[in-house]
């Protein structure tokens, strides 16, 4: 019989945690791990609704809201984690139709979520609590510590004369008490199968902070345990998804006519869910792959910390930003243009090598870069050296492993020559002063940095053949360590060439712009081809539409991705529709301007009003540079 224990950081917990023995319960920090039967459940791994609506969404918006307001800026959800204890395994679902269906993205597993209006909010008792609770801290240490001898030796008692069968029950019931629990109980082909008692909340997660006029996903996780893996019935659960969807939500129309979800379910359990993402069989969100994570210690027997409090200047640290098989996306401050405050700083790992993509801090993000190196990179690189080590310490292994530390095998990667995403690269100087930094010839020439600088121009996306041949070369490892693990158009990450990122030719934002594509994934890292919110800005110095359009066309015959990572904004998870609508938007654009040419409004500003009618300063005098650019490529068609 599992028992579920669940922990939060409050004198509350302090008081039960310590009338458990200590040969059964281990502390760490505010983790604590209880064992039973040989399994080890360990909560707090994520954090409370206090915590995570004071930190997470104040403490990474770029503005300075009020806290009564973030409630209009989230998509709200209820997952239910249904697990079933008699072979642990999750119940995971798969969003087949619905491309606007937040909770799982379209094509990806996840758990099944009910939508709420809002997260469900502290009551003001509670509040008031939490509050005494605080504040009557210290008082209770030492009647704590008074009380745990004699707790201690009340239970070595209760387990001699009656075994150890009585359940302590830590969880904070005022949430799971607020579930739509009439939903949940239509799911089960037997209601009698439905216990309420067995559900928990575990904690809630909110989606990275990208900018202010996009809604964050907020979800609240609940563990429900069951006997049996039939007892959820496909359809009602269905059926129960659908109906908590509001009217208003786009994902209410987002299906087909007939319906606006269907589902897909699977019952694994969660390191087999997580083996399969890490095959390339299953698209699994970084919230989703975090919960299969702590789940997967149910059956493990170690004592390792899952997690610790993660504010904006640890994001993507603890909970990594995961969203295709070794390739994270991490938002780190940076100078670049509204309505986005950030750049997503890529990140793969593999043996000793790390690649790095668009690192491009500024002052604002700079602590947060610097915890990435320190608490992300380096003891990445640490745990490497320390599992490959063996006890022959001899001078040439020191050397190697020090020139490992400063960045030997550290490839950084820039898209283009905007300053948003190299500025950073002085704090990797700093701390890798061995990396080697990859760019078009035009970019190297505008990075400041003494680091090693290759030059390399990518592939041109001309012709499938081409391309499939160029996607499909295979080269021994004994080849790639003699290219140094690069060539002008890939880079090898580790050493076994079992992770390769094909470098791409896609001028059109700039002269100089590089993307880099992952095969088995899919996955594009787009730079400032594409971004996570609206259309992308050309640069009218260097960019050309010609060139842009015809990237985009080469993007989608010839790569067909499958996930898209723009510098800037979220991940997009349909990149050819995206991109289609990108060429649609720009054509139609052309149309206007050029009917507004044929009409004698030949000058930008003529043009401008016509076609965009009334914008702000910033924002005229990009639209002319895009006027500007589309007018170049009405003169080389000779439609002008």
């Avoid at 008490?177 to 949940?184: A, E, H």
């Avoid at 037997?190 to 900018?211: A, D, H, V, W």
Wanted: aromatic share 10%; with cysteine.
């Amino acid at each position: 019989m599992i028992k579920v224990y669940s922990f939060y950081s409050t004198t509350t917990t302090t008081t039960a945690a310590n009338t458990l023995n200590n040969s059964i319960c281990k502390r760490i920090g505010n983790n604590i791990i209880f064992r039973n039967n040989n399994l080890f459940f360990k909560f707090n791994f994520l954090q409370p609704k206090t915590e995570i609506l004071k930190r997470y969404y104040s403490g990474c918006s770029a503005s300075n809201n009020n806290n009564n307001n973030i409630y209009n800026k989230m998509n709200t959800y209820s997952s239910l984690l249904f697990y079933n204890e008699n072979n642990n395994k999750i119940l995971m679902v798969k969003n087949n139709i619905n491309k606007l269906y937040k909770s799982i993205p379209h094509n990806f597993f996840g758990f099944p979520s009910l939508t709420s209006s809002e997260p469900i909010k502290l009551h003001e008792q509670q509040q008031q609590l939490l509050l005494q609770q605080q504040q009557q801290q210290q008082q209770q240490q030492q009647q704590q510590q008074q009380q745990q001898q004699q707790q201690q030796q009340q239970q070595q008692e209760k387990e001699q004369n009656n075994g150890n069968s009585e359940k302590l029950l830590l969880n904070n019931k005022f949430y799971s008490s607020q579930l739509q629990l009439d939903k949940i109980e239509k799911v089960f082909n037997n209601r009698n199968s439905f216990k309420r008692e067995n559900i928990y909340y575990l904690g809630s997660l909110i989606t990275p902070y990208y900018l202010e006029l996009l809604k964050r996903c907020y979800f609240d996780y609940y563990l429900i345990i069951v006997k049996d893996s039939n007892c959820i019935n496909k359809n009602k659960l269905e059926n129960v998804l659908v109906e908590s969807i509001s009217t208003t939500d786009p994902a209410s129309s987002g299906g087909t006519k007939e319906k606006t979800l269907e589902i897909s379910m699977e019952w694994k359990e969660p390191s087999e869910f997580l083996k399969e993402f890490n095959l390339h069989h299953k698209f699994i969100t970084p919230e989703s792959q975090y919960l299969l994570k702590m789940l997967s210690l149910f059956s493990k027997t170690n004592n390792e910390i899952l997690a610790i409090t993660e504010d904006k200047s640890d994001l993507g640290i603890t909970i990594p930003l995961e969203f295709a098989p070794n390739i994270e996306s991490i938002p780190v401050r940076s100078n670049t243009l509204p309505p986005f405050n950030s750049t997503n700083l890529i990140v793969s790992q593999n043996d000793s090598h790390i690649l790095l993509v668009d690192p491009g801090a500024n002052k604002e993000g700079s602590i947060h870069m610097c915890n990435i190196i320190e608490k992300k990179l380096l003891n990445y690189l640490r745990q490497f050296i320390n599992g490959n080590s063996n006890n022959n310490n001899n001078n040439n292994n020191i050397e190697e492993n020090k020139k490992i530390l400063e960045g030997k095998n550290i490839s950084i990667f820039i898209t283009h020559n905007h300053k948003d995403h190299w500025e950073g690269i002085g704090i990797l100087e700093k701390h890798f002063p061995e990396a080697t930094i990859y760019a078009h010839e035009k970019t190297l020439k505008n990075v400041e940095s003494g680091l090693k600088k290759v030059a390399v121009s990518g592939f041109p996306l001309n012709d499938k053949e081409s391309v499939d041949n160029f996607l499909n070369e295979i080269k021994t490892p004994t080849e790639i360590k003699q290219l140094d693990c690069h060539t002008n158009e890939k880079l090898y990450i580790g050493n076994g060439g079992d992770r390769i990122f094909h470098i791409v030719s896609t001028p059109g934002h700039t002269d100089d712009s590089l993307c880099l594509f992952e095969n088995n994934s899919k996955t594009l890292i787009a730079g400032d081809h594409i971004v996570g919110f609206g259309s992308s800005v050309l640069d009218f110095h260097t960019g050309d539409m010609v060139q842009y359009i015809d990237s985009t066309h080469g993007m989608i015959n010839y790569l067909c991705p499958k996930i898209a990572i723009p510098a800037h904004g979220p991940l997009n998870f349909d990149p050819i529709v995206l991109l289609n609508n990108y060429i649609k938007h720009r054509l139609l654009r052309e149309e206007e301007i050029l009917n507004a040419y044929k009409s004698g409004k030949t000058s930008l500003t003529e043009i401008l009003d016509i076609v965009y009618g009334n914008l702000e300063s910033t924002l005229s005098f990009m639209a002319m540079g895009n006027i500007k650019l589309h007018l170049q490529k009405l003169k080389k068609e000779n439609k002008i």
